[in-house]
């Protein structure tokens, strides 16, 4: 009998170091939060690229230099493939050089990439227009970077236009719209282009330079009094 309660006392003992093993490793909440907390950059970071000016492996770089300055972008070929192709293949070509940014709205954008600078030219690579990609990972933000179009479902060529606005603008946004989009838009940007027109790219470093555009004198068609041209576009990689 003395035996087995020794026995008894044992695996009681084993069970009870057993449970307290468990709760440091398992039931810690302070290491469960930390470790949920760093998943969730993780995935924010992957999931939204505009909100990291790092250039990933995915991502391409890009320099436009301008007569006001040097505006650098990040492309994202991953969810906007044929603007992304298209945009990069056009610049190889020179075919951005020399051209103007012909509309430019202060508190809006500054469009370009009109070859003519009317805004009704340009073309695309495949010599025809080319439809509009919409992803849920890319936001009209401030920075952002999106092919312009006409009101015709298929209709993008040539021409791409940068987001200024930097008023708060997180008033307009949809209730679908992340939290963290929503956050990125106190800082600027045009939530109401967002499902409507290609974003591919993000400015990382020269939203100054967009500014001052911006901030050019214009006609009553948006036109620069003083052109402010393209000189270059130089792709990264």
Do not use: C
């Amino acid at each position: 009998m003395k035996f087995n309660k020794l026995i008894v006392g044992g695996l009681l003992f084993l069970i009870a170091v057993a449970m307290i093993i468990y709760g440091l490793f398992y039931l810690n909440p302070t290491k469960q939060t930390t470790d949920s907390h760093q998943e969730s950059e993780v995935i924010e970071a992957d999931y939204f690229p505009q909100l990291s000016s790092e250039i990933e492996k995915t991502e391409i770089g890009a320099d436009l230099t301008t007569s006001m300055g040097i505006i650098s972008i990040k492309l994202f070929p991953k969810f906007a493939p044929k603007a992304v192709e298209n945009f990069v293949e056009l610049s190889k070509e020179g075919y951005y050089d020399g051209t103007i940014f012909h509309r430019v709205i202060q508190d809006f954008m500054i469009q370009g990439g009109d070859p003519e600078g009317t805004g009704l030219g340009g073309e695309s690579i495949w010599k025809k227009p080319f439809e509009v990609e919409v992803s849920d990972h890319l936001y009209h933000i401030r920075g952002a970077l999106s092919m312009a179009k006409t009101n015709a479902p298929i209709s993008i060529g040539s021409q791409f236009f940068i987001v200024q606005n930097q008023q708060d603008m997180s008033h307009s946004v949809s209730e679908a719209t992340p939290n963290e989009i929503v956050k990125t838009y106190k800082k600027g940007g045009y939530p109401s282009l967002d499902g409507s027109y290609t974003i591919f790219g993000q400015v990382v470093e020269g939203m100054d330079v967009v500014d001052k555009i911006a901030a050019s004198e214009t006609n009553g068609n948006d036109l620069p009094t003083t052109p402010v041209t393209i000189e270059s576009i130089e792709i990264q990689n």
